[in-house]
């Protein structure tokens, strides 16, 4: 079948039949290729969401006979990025065997660790909570998804109903079960009842589907899901007024980016009371066209249906109680009018907890609302990470949208209080929780350092990174900016970084990166003023233009920087951190250096002036002092090493080893020895001082401090 004769309008037809030719024969090759085909269309399913599997005979390597063998996507996979190493493979007979000791749904959960009885391959992937659901099922190939099209109706009060006139009876109806041993068994019982069905909708869930190759279980998975998509469009587009008609309209899209930015500190500082949360901002016109709308404040209660959806948006989300066009320059008065909302929000939440936990439920959770929407505006995402706010943020988007297909064929329904809970609290999901890595020093803080394009700025923030940080990395040099981006974004990924041009001496350029900082990550904790330039020249060489240029960067660069940062950690109400990259030259008098030296002195004293002020907001501001970093440094630029060699009576290429040899370690300085410094003050060990001076120079005995 060729794929001009597959023409689907709402979902992606990605099949290529000479790919799959390549990897014909190889049922299990097949199987990762049909999942990542369905992984790339978020229409189909969203991230980390769903799962497949293929049944194959496979030999046995206990017996040498052929057995029937399931591969399953394990345990915490995504089907776009998933490859062979992420299946589960578990013997048929033996997973279908199970059934036998079953002792009811009171304890399903305890046949999770009987799956490990069951596993063929011991290299593969640990078996996910939906392994059953596949395995009693008897067909080779299997698609369960989460499409928003078929939750729209698995969510429908009458979804039942509307599935079974849609489909003629050729999918079968399973009612809300959570996922595990008993889900499955209802799936073989809703087949048995129902011979010769092509599917099954899982109430307020999703879908499974099924054929006997790879392909056939695609086109049908497709086709299914099409079919759902067509007929949700056709009622929507019936509608005179979608979600009740428009309530508001929204702000312009500058002015919507200027409220988000202005406000996302704030929000975060209240996410933030017991966890330091990273946030996610996002005015989608989906978004835009449910926080507008009439049904706006009778749907977000309700909260969402699938539990994909829920584990990662919450309960509920929290709706903003300012007007869109709200002027917010005055933070304590907005801090006034949406303290309550938090306050009423982390109370329904305890008393959410405390009406639905079980004997031996978890410990509750941060209260705290994971999805903010503000009318006319956008909605926020708040997380441990910045990955996990995007995706929660695409998880609600996902649940606007059946939201909408549900509206527009019957009325939405969402998962009651308590099977929600029973999804939050699950020990087996808790048992997932607790092992995940720790986080790092650094994870849940935001840091912007300034210059750091290259040299000792670019490794304070890949050393940040590193530990955890989400970093902004900025310069003046755009294609050194440009080429740094791309390379931290390889290394750590696009969630943990951003990039924005900046000139310290420009008000206009340090307010937008911080505004870009706000929106990208919803505020920031550390900020590192790193740029710098130098000139050394004699006193009768030293031109005004030079003076001016040295304390417009170093001086005024600083000064500006940490006043705008400071709006931002004040916003935040958490404290921070202001590193001051200054010098050995601030403490040491050496010739041809009045102008960069006494700069460095100045960034040195107003360091010591910002740390008493800026103590009662638990600010810290401290100070490293390198010197002889050669290594990348701009500063070895522009005349300085000529300036300095001359001023010492040696060559250029004599200068690092006469640095190293004057130490009283003999050490040379390097880029990232600087990091590991900032990193000591802003890593947590150091966290009841400032207004310290750290020396990284191996040793100048005429710049110790004291």
């Not at 695609?218 to 019936?238: F, G, M, P, W």
């Not at 330091?276 to 066209?289: C, P």
């Not at 900082?517 to 030293?542: M, Q, R, T």
């Not at 935040?572 to 250096?593: C, E, F, H, R, Y």
């Amino acid at each position: 079948m060729s794929v001009a004769t597959k023409n689907f309008k709402h979902v992606s037809y990605l099949w290529d039949e000479t790919k799959a030719a390549e990897l014909a024969g190889d049922e299990v090759a097949l199987l990762v290729y049909r999942s990542n085909l369905l992984g790339a269309d978020l229409r189909l399913t969203n991230y980390g969401g769903g799962n497949t599997s293929c049944k194959a005979m496979a030999k046995d390597p206990l017996t040498g006979k052929e057995v029937e063998v399931m591969w399953v996507k394990g345990s915490g996979g995504d089907l776009g990025t998933m490859k062979r190493s992420g299946l589960a493979a578990l013997y048929v007979d033996r997973l279908r065997s199970l059934k036998n000791i079953y002792r009811g749904k009171e304890h399903e959960d305890e046949m999770v660790e009987l799956f490990n009885h069951c596993i063929y391959d011991l290299a593969s992937k640990a078996p996910s909570i939906d392994t059953p659901l596949h395995g009693f099922l008897p067909f080779k190939h299997i698609d369960h998804l989460h499409p928003d099209a078929a939750i729209a109706i698995a969510a429908a009060k009458d979804g039942e109903k509307i599935t079974k006139e849609l489909f003629n009876g050729t999918i079968g109806w399973v009612k809300w079960q959570k996922p595990g041993f008993e889900l499955g068994l209802m799936l073989k019982q809703c087949l048995d009842e129902n011979p010769g069905i092509r599917g099954i909708m899982l109430g307020s869930h999703g879908l499974f589907t099924w054929g006997d190759t790879a392909y056939e279980s695609y086109i049908n998975t497709l086709e299914v899901i099409e079919r759902c998509a067509e007929y949700l469009q056709d009622n929507i587009s019936k509608q005179k007024e979608v979600f009740g008609g428009a309530k508001q309209t929204s702000l312009p899209e500058a002015d919507r980016k200027k409220q988000a930015a202005a406000l996302a500190p704030v929000l975060r500082g209240f996410c933030s009371s017991q966890n330091r949360m990273i946030g996610h901002f996002t005015d989608d016109a989906r978004v835009l066209e449910y926080i507008n709308s009439n049904d706006l404040d009778r749907l977000a209660p309700l909260g969402t249906s699938c539990p994909d959806h829920f584990l990662r948006t919450k309960i509920s989300p929290l709706v903003l109680n300012l007007e869109s066009a709200e002027d917010l320059s005055d933070v304590n008065k907005i801090k006034e009018k949406i303290a309550p909302l938090f306050e009423a929000y982390r109370n329904m939440y305890a008393e959410y907890y405390s009406t639905c936990k079980h004997a031996n439920s978890p410990a509750m959770r941060d209260p705290n609302p994971v999805v903010i929407l503000y009318r006319g505006v956008g909605m926020f995402t708040f997380a441990k990470d910045k990955q996990t706010a995007r995706v929660a943020a695409e998880f609600y988007i996902n649940a606007i949208n059946v939201m909408k297909g549900a509206e527009a064929i019957s009325e939405y329904t969402s998962l009651p209080r308590q099977e929600a809970f029973n999804i939050e609290y699950w020990l087996l999901e808790e048992a997932k929780l607790q092992r995940m890595p720790k986080p790092k020093a650094l994870s849940g803080k935001i840091a912007l350092i300034t210059g750091s394009g290259g040299g000792i700025g670019k490794a304070i923030a890949k050393k940040f990174a590193e530990e955890g940080a989400c970093v902004i990395l900025n310069d003046m040099n755009a294609e050194r900016l440009v080429e740094a981006q791309e390379e931290f974004t390889a290394q750590f990924g696009k969630d943990a970084v951003a990039a924005d041009v900046l000139d310290v001496t420009k008000d206009d350029t340090i307010q937008q990166t911080l505004a870009s900082a706000a929106l990208a990550f919803g505020g920031v904790d550390i900020v590192v003023n790193n740029a710098g330039l130098s000139i050394s020249k004699s006193i009768e060489d030293h031109s005004e233009k030079d003076w001016d240029l040295l304390y417009d960067v170093l001086v005024k660069g600083q000064f500006l920087v940490t006043q705008r940062s400071i709006e931002i950690m004040r916003k935040q109400g958490t404290g921070g951190d202001v590193l001051n990259i200054v010098s050995k030259n601030a403490l040491v008098s050496g010739p041809n250096n009045a102008g960069y030296g006494s700069a460095k002195a100045a960034q040195l004293h107003l360091s010591r002036l910002n740390a008493a002020e800026l103590g009662k907001d638990k600010i810290r501001v401290n100070v490293v002092n390198p010197d002889a970093v050669i290594a990348g440094s701009n500063i070895w630029s522009g005349g300085w090493a000529e300036g300095r060699a001359k001023a010492y009576g040696i060559t250029i290429e004599e200068l690092p080893a006469y640095y190293a040899g004057r130490t009283l370690l003999n050490e040379i300085i390097l880029p990232e020895d600087i990091a590991n410094a900032c990193f000591a003050f802003a890593g947590g060990l150091l966290s009841k001082s400032t207004g310290n001076v750290l020396n990284v120079d191996g040793g100048v005995a005429t710049a110790f401090v004291r």
